[in-house]
């Protein structure tokens, strides 16, 4: 992802507190679920939400902003639920 634009520090800031606040929160316990999958599933679907709307609703555009297929993206709404 070296070719992106936007500074991914912010981005990888706001996981990594978000991550270490969560074993914070574990105190010593073990996750309930894989802790990858749970990263991914909290941030993939306000990631498409925000881009849905960046695109006015149109999949195509969403899709390509995304840099995914168009079916994937259905895919991914359907599984979130995202109108």
């Known amino acids: 992802m070296s070719d992106c634009p936007i500074n991914e520090n912010d981005i990888a800031k ?3 507190k978000a991550v270490n606040d969560y074993f914070k929160d574990l105190d010593g316990e073990e996750p309930s679920c894989g802790v990858y999958d749970m990263v991914i599933c909290c941030v993939e679907k ?3 939400e925000t881009v849905l709307l960046h695109a006015e609703g149109n999949q195509t555009r969403t899709a390509e902003l995304l840099g995914i297929n168009r079916n994937t993206l259905r895919k991914k709404m359907q599984q979130y639920k995202i109108k």
Request: proline share 17%; hydrophobic share 50%; glycine share 0%.
């Open 14 to 16: 706001h996981v990594r």
């Open 46 to 48: 306000p990631l498409i």
